[in-house]
Each structure stands twice: as C-alpha cells, then as structure tokens.
C-alpha cells in the first residue's frame, strides 16, 4: 500500500473550491456530535474520526475530488447512510469521506421500459415508494430501508426480505455511472436488459464496498407491483423445526415472497423496543413470517392452504394470519426491528452467515453448541429463505479480552462450519473492515489474488477505501 499523505491547507483550499465551503466539514466546522457520526456506521461501537468530510453534488466534483486525492495520495472513504454492519464505511486511515447524501435525485423513472435512473444517495424505501406511485416495483428492501441509501445497497449487494422471491440488488442493475480511483468517469454497460459486451463491469462493482470506485448513478430495472400479499406469523415450539420447514415450503413447490426467522428473543426484544404488543406462549421458541404476494389472490390463498399443508408435518402454536394492512405493518416493523432493538440491548457483533437453505437447522444447531462452549449467548434471525441467518452475539458482561481476543476463535468455527456446509461468511453484509480477518476461511489466496490484482489496476495508488475486504 502507498504511503498515505495528510491533508494540507492548499488541499483544504481546494476542495473548498469544489464542492463550496458549506460543504467542506472538519471537526472544528461542525458540532461535535455531527462531526462524530460521519465516523461510524452500525457496526459495533466502533468510531475513526474522518480527516475532512467532503459534501459534492453531483459526479464531475466527486471526479475533480478524486483527483485530487489521487495525485496526493489522500486515502478516501466513500459513504452512503452509514447503516452498514462490517464497517465499510469507516474511515480508519483519517483521510476525505466522500459523503453521497446529495446526490438524492431520482433523475428519471421511464414507464415505457420499466426502468429508473437514480443517483446513489437515494434513501431504498423513498425510491421504491417513488415507483409504486406508477404501478412498479423495485423488490430489494433492505431492513434499513427507511434511512440505508442505494449506493450503499449497491456497494454491498444488499438483499432483504424479498430477496427470497426477487433476488437481490444486484438483480436490478443494469448500468453504473463511477467515478473511477484516478478521477475518470466511466458507464459500465448499457440500459439494456441483456449484455454481452466484454467482462460485466456492473456486477464488478456491485458488492465492491466502495473499493474499486464511487458509483454516482444507476439504472434499475422494475417490475411491475404485485397486489395482493398474505402475510402469516407461525410460531414454532423448538428453532429446529422452524429452520426446517423453511426448505419443506419451497419442496412443495411454492415460492414466498418473504420467509424470515426470528428466535424467540429477537421477536420478543423487537416488539418491547416498539412498544407493539405481542402474545408469546412460553412454550414457543421460533417463528417464521411467511409472505405470499402476485396478481391473483385466489391463487394467493390457494398457496397459504399448501404452506398450512406443510406445516401440519410440525408443531407449531396458533398461526396469525395477518388481516389487514395495519397488522401486517406492524409485523414487519417489528421484524425490521429486530437489528435496531438488538443494539438497544447490548453492543452486538452481527456474523451474517448464509448456508444453502437445507443447511440451516444444522447451521443454527452448530451456533448454539459453539456459544455454548465459549460462554456467549447470541440472537439469531434472518432471511431463512435464502439460508441467511444473522448470529448477533450479545457483548453483555463480556470483558474487553473476551470481546476483542476472546470471540475471534468461535467466530471462526461458525464462519468453518458455513464453508462445510456450503456456505459462506457474509450473504448480504459484505466483508467491509470487521470480517476481512476471516476472508482466509472462505476464499482461497487464488482468489483474493485474483481480487488484490483487480484492485491494483482500478487504483494503483490504493487510495479508495482502503483497508477493507483484504
Ligand atoms: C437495522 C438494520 C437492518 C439492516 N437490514 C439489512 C437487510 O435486511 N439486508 C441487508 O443487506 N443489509 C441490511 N442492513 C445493513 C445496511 O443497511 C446495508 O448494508 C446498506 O446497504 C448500507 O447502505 P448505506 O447507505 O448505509 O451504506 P454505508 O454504510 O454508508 O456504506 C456501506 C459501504 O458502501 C460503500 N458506499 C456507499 N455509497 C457508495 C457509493 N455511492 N459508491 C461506492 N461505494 C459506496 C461504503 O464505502 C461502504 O463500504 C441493515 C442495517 C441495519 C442497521
């Protein structure tokens, strides 16, 4: 890695020149409060106080900032929302944050081809809601859908509960404007549907953590809205079970729009964090939230009788059937609730373990046995559909030794036992800064020099994000 430089006041100057002064924040510039939360995200408690936070509006001065940076060898941090759960957005060697919260336009939402072209720092659920409005639907809904923005979606290839039925982020992109490490600007493909034009530059960057480049504008394609949905809560008595009629409901053929697990303290903490009353029996352990949606509700309700077929092979509580739209808010509130009132509780570390779906009875299995052996208690949830189980281990009573030495043993057998299962160490979270210690157990040094090449030849002087994945 090159020798990073520190920010002068000529460069101050100059980026003042750029962007303009309001928008050139420093530690002495901005309250101190505001200042400090450019240097977090969500993951943990972790906090680096960023050298200079930089505000542009649009590519052509995130263009002239970048090059900037790279003659001068300043190491930048791009930044979405700053929901991130591995610490991508962290800038751990000082530097310039690139902060994309201006670029919030929906430039265009094209009826005639199903398409929209929207800059990066568009809130998820702002947008979504911007295309429903025209009869269309853009699937991927992140928990943090309210406040994560697009880019960041993008940047780690982010799924969420529809993942299930409609893939992830990276299943809607079809062209990326970036700002390349050297300041150049580039389009990665076309607007088209289809693509065989040379490597697929866009899937590149997408999950790329903001390390190859600062994507400035997207083309999405959409789908038209789905109007019917039937949501049902099923409460199981033993986890087990639960994860295992995951896989039983897709073998009976049928495809939820939303399959997500919840233990027994992940639903309960969420509903007390929100104030939402919600009946637990004492005997129940897990549930699942099973959402079907299209066009034809009779079809609907034929689907619900076949998952109500399935269940019928568990023991299972009383099942709620969510009858009208308020209930159904309410229990999806409290599922995209679960990570904010987990973190009310306790500083947590989010593991986002994904396993081919069948696998996840064992997966679940093998964390509690692991932090029985270590003495930690997690709470598990997640998109069990797409065998995407977040482990949060509950820092609780645990001494700094313990939190910041003691885990990284069992953190490593759940990320082994992924890869045996099939699996992997991040299905949706990315690797970012505080997974990039455990790259080794799912990738081979094949592979991560495969990448440290791509790196290399995006950004030879190694200024954009670094410090993160590798
Ligand atoms: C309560 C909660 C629930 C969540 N639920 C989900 C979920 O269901 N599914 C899921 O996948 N994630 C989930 N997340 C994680 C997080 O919201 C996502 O990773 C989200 O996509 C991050 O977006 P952001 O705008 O906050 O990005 P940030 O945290 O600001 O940045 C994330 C990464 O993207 C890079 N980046 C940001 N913008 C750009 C850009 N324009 N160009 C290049 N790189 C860029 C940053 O450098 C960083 O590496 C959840 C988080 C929370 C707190």
């Known amino acids: 890695m090159s020798e990073f430089q520190i920010i002068t006041p000529a460069l101050l100057e100059a980026f003042e020149r750029i962007v303009g002064k309001t928008h050139v924040l420093t530690a002495q510039r901005v309250e101190a409060d505001v200042y400090a939360d450019y240097g977090r995200d969500h993951t943990e408690d972790l906090h680096f106080e960023p050298g200079v936070v930089l505000r542009p509006a649009n590519a052509e001065e995130i263009s002239q900032i970048v090059r900037l940076c790279h003659e001068n060898y300043l190491p930048i941090t791009p930044r979405g929302a700053g929901t991130g759960l591995s610490g991508g957005a962290l800038p751990i060697h000082k530097g310039v944050v690139i902060s994309t919260e201006r670029l919030n336009k929906i430039i265009e939402i094209d009826e005639r081809n199903l398409q929209a072209t929207v800059e990066p720092g568009v809130v998820n659920e702002v947008f979504q809601n911007a295309v429903?409005?025209?009869?269309?639907f853009y699937p991927p809904d992140?928990?943090?859908k309210g406040s994560c923005f697009l880019g960041g979606n993008l940047a780690h290839s982010s799924g969420g509960p529809k993942a299930v039925k409609y893939g992830t982020t990276k299943d809607y992109v079809l062209n990326l404007q970036v700002v390349l490490p050297t300041g150049d600007i580039i389009w990665t493909a076309a607007n088209t549907l289809k693509n065989s034009t040379g490597y697929n530059l866009t899937q590149l960057m997408v999950g790329s953590e903001g390390?190859?480049?600062?994507?400035?504008?997207?083309?999405?394609?959409?789908?038209?809205?789905?109007?019917?949905?039937?949501l049902m809560l099923v409460p199981f008595r033993r986890e087990e079970q639960a994860a295992e009629a995951v896989a039983a409901v897709f073998r009976a053929g049928i495809i939820?729009?939303?399959?997500?697990?919840?233990e027994r303290e992940a639903i309960a903490w969420s509903s007390d964090y929100l104030k939402i009353p919600l009946t637990l029996p004492e005997d129940i352990r897990a549930h699942l939230l099973i959402e079907l949606d299209g066009q034809d509700l009779d079809q609907l309700y034929k689907e619900a009788e076949q998952v109500y077929g399935v269940l019928e092979g568990y023991d299972v509580g009383?099942?709620?059937?969510?009858?009208?739209?308020?209930?159904?808010?309410?229990?999806?509130?409290?599922?995209r609730n679960i990570g904010n009132s987990v973190r009310y509780n306790s500083v947590y570390k989010e593991e986002d373990t994904v396993v081919p779906r069948a696998e996840l009875p064992t997966l679940l299995r093998g964390v509690k046995e692991i932090g029985a052996r270590?003495?930690?208690?997690?709470?598990?949830?997640?998109?069990?559909?797409?065998?995407?189980l977040h482990v949060n281990i509950?820092?609780?009573?645990?001494?700094?030794?313990?939190?910041?030495?003691?885990l990284r043993q069992p953190i490593s057998e759940i990320f082994e036992l992924c890869v045996k299962l099939g699996g992997t160490i991040s299905g949706e979270h990315g690797i970012g800064l505080v997974q990039k210690g455990y790259i080794g157990i799912a990738l081979k040094e094949a592979n991560l020099n495969l990448m440290r090449g791509i790196k290399q030849v995006f950004d030879p002087h190694g200024i954009m994000n670094p410090g993160k994945i590798f």
């Open 132 to 136: 429903k409005e025209v009869g269309l």
């Open 142 to 144: 992140p928990a943090s």
């Open 211 to 230: 390390t190859l480049g600062i994507i400035t504008k997207v083309v999405f394609r959409l789908l038209p809205y789905p109007q019917h949905n039937i």
């Open 256 to 262: 939820p729009s939303g399959m997500e697990f919840m």
């Open 318 to 335: 009383e099942i709620l059937l969510a009858d009208n739209a308020t209930q159904k808010d309410e229990l999806w509130k409290i599922r």
């Open 374 to 388: 270590y003495g930690f208690k997690s709470v598990c949830y997640g998109h069990a559909g797409d065998g995407n």
């Open 394 to 406: 509950i820092r609780g009573n645990l001494t700094d030794e313990q939190w910041n030495v003691g």
